[in-house]
């Protein structure tokens, strides 16, 4: 894999907390997860690579880009695309005009031009109709998707979105992912989320985060893999030790020992990410 990303003992502290320590990481073109608990250090990762936070310490190298330069990172915030958690977004200002402002600070000086990007990135998140509508009008979902078209903004290469889904509906997760998908064949895409469905079904690659370092790198179906043989479905309550759930036809998916009537099933991502965090990911019901 051609490194389009590149982490060298990356290191970040919020007074005497490290929140991350000494990270060494690389990214490449397509379509990368990035999973863990809250608190694990997601966002912060995810604000230093779109240059919002300064680390302590460490390098970043994003596409042959040094973000520590100032000249550099005003080149390379041109060719970021970031969709933060909380979305900024200006409440009196209409759908279009937000992502106009975004675009302008993108530098897209042309106003024919930035006409055509606004109407485009709109278009891709289903907003083209909703185009004058103001911001504080506008539903939680349809806010969510505005915020991933300002993050479209100029098709940057490197586009990092943070929980991109929440508050979308069913019919909105499935254009996200198609949209996502076809964004990672020619560019690298950084997403951090909770949802390991959306994992399982966009990403060629996921990443489990905890304590500011990695505990998994590899492929959804490798991460689904490491729970196997220690998921069941079970009729009886399993022990409240055990990781388990109640589902829809009222048996019990246990992750975990085996109950004593436990039948093996085949395991997620989610399993697998489960059986990985073990007791501190523990669900009951």
Excluded at 44 to 49: D, E
Excluded at 132 to 149: D, F, W, Y
Excluded at 183 to 211: K, M, P
Aim: charged share 25%; aromatic share 4%; hydrophobic share 40%.
């Amino acid at each position: 894999m051609e490194a389009t990303v590149a982490v060298r003992e990356l290191s970040k502290r919020y007074g005497a907390k490290e929140v991350i320590g000494k990270l060494d990481l690389e990214l490449g073109p397509g379509v990368t997860g990035l999973l863990g608990p809250n608190g694990a250090g997601k966002t912060t990762l995810l604000r230093c690579l779109a240059t919002a936070l300064t680390p302590n310490s460490g390098r970043i190298d994003i596409l042959g880009l040094d973000p520590a330069d100032s000249s550099q990172r005003t080149k390379l915030r041109r060719l970021i695309g970031y969709l933060p958690q909380n979305p900024g977004l200006y409440p009196h200002f209409t759908a279009a005009s937000m992502v106009d402002y975004i675009a302008i600070l993108k530098e897209i000086t042309d106003r024919r031009a930035r006409r055509s990007e606004v109407r485009r990135v709109l278009a891709e998140v289903d907003l083209a109709d909703s185009a004058r509508i103001k911001v504080r009008k506008l539903s939680g979902g349809m806010r969510q998707r505005l915020g991933i078209a300002q993050a479209l903004i100029g098709d940057p290469d490197f586009l990092i979105m943070d929980e991109p889904t929440v508050g979308l509906d069913p019919e909105q997760r499935m254009r996200f992912r198609t949209l996502t998908s076809r964004l990672g064949e020619n560019r690298t895409v950084l997403l951090s989320t909770h949802q390991t469905e959306d994992i399982a079904a966009l990403c060629d690659r996921v990443i489990v985060f905890s304590g500011g370092t990695t505990m998994f790198d590899g492929t959804p179906r490798e991460l689904a893999d490491g729970a196997k043989g220690r998921v069941w479905s079970s009729d009886s309550r399993p022990a409240e030790a055990q990781i388990f759930w109640r589902t829809a036809d009222g048996s019990y998916r246990v992750v975990g020992e085996r109950p004593s009537d436990g039948t093996a099933v085949a395991p997620t991502v989610e399993d697998g990410y489960l059986q990985l965090l073990g007791a501190g990911a523990r669900a009951g019901s």
